[in-house]
C-alpha cells in the first residue's frame, strides 16, 4: 500500500507539473507574440543578404561568375546574414522594423551598419578581403570616371544621327 502511494503521489506531481509549465508557456507566448518575427520574413531576409553578398563577391572578383559556391562558404554566408538579422531583431521590434521595412535608406543603412559589425566579429573571414572598404570606394570612382571621360568625337555620328538622317527607303507593295 506505501508504494501504490507514493506512486500516485509521484503521477499528481507529474501532472501538476506539466499543467503549470504548460500554462505558463501560453501566457509567455501570448506577452512574446508581437516580438516573434514569423518565418517568411526571417527567410526572405536572410536569403537576399546571401544573394547581396554573392553578387558583392562577384563584383570585387569578376572570375567568380558563374561559380558555384563552396558548401563552407555558404555556411559562413548564411552565419553572417544569421548575425545581422539576430542584431536586427534585438534592436527593433516586429511592428517598428514592418513599419520601417520599405524605407530603402533605412533598411540599407540598418544592414550596412549590422554588416559591418557582423564582418568585424569574423563571419566573412576569409571570404571577402579585409580591405573591402577601399575595393567599393574605388569601385565607385572608376564608375564615375568612366562616366566623366565620355567624350564626344565631332567626326563620327552617333547611331541615333545616322538613324536620324537616313532617307526613307520607298515602299514596294507585291500583290
Not at 538579422?85 to 514592418?98: A, F, P, S
Not at 544592414?111 to 574605388?138: F, N, S, T
Request: include cysteine; charge should be neutral.
Amino acid at each position: 500500500m506505501n508504494n501504490k502511494f507514493i506512486t500516485m503521489c509521484f503521477i499528481l506531481f507529474a501532472v501538476f507539473t506539466v499543467t503549470v509549465f504548460a500554462f505558463s508557456l501560453q501566457i509567455h507566448a501570448a506577452e512574446k507574440k508581437d516580438e516573434i518575427y514569423p518565418n517568411f520574413l526571417l527567410h526572405n531576409a536572410t536569403a537576399a543578404c546571401m544573394r547581396g553578398i554573392a553578387q558583392l563577391m562577384i563584383q570585387l572578383n569578376p572570375q567568380l561568375r558563374n561559380q558555384y559556391i563552396p558548401p563552407a562558404i555558404q555556411q559562413q554566408i548564411l552565419g553572417h546574414c544569421s548575425c545581422i538579422v539576430d542584431k536586427i531583431r534585438v534592436d527593433y521590434g516586429l511592428e517598428e522594423y514592418t513599419k520601417k521595412m520599405n524605407d530603402y535608406l533605412w533598411i540599407k543603412k540598418i544592414w550596412g551598419d549590422y554588416g559591418v559589425q557582423c564582418m568585424k566579429a569574423g563571419y566573412l573571414a576569409g571570404v571577402i578581403p579585409d580591405d573591402l572598404p577601399e575595393k567599393l570606394e574605388k569601385i565607385q570612382t572608376d564608375n564615375k570616371t568612366k562616366e566623366d571621360t565620355k567624350v564626344e568625337d565631332n567626326k563620327t555620328k552617333s547611331k541615333k544621327e545616322e538613324i536620324l538622317i537616313k532617307e526613307p527607303e520607298p515602299a514596294i507593295f507585291q500583290g
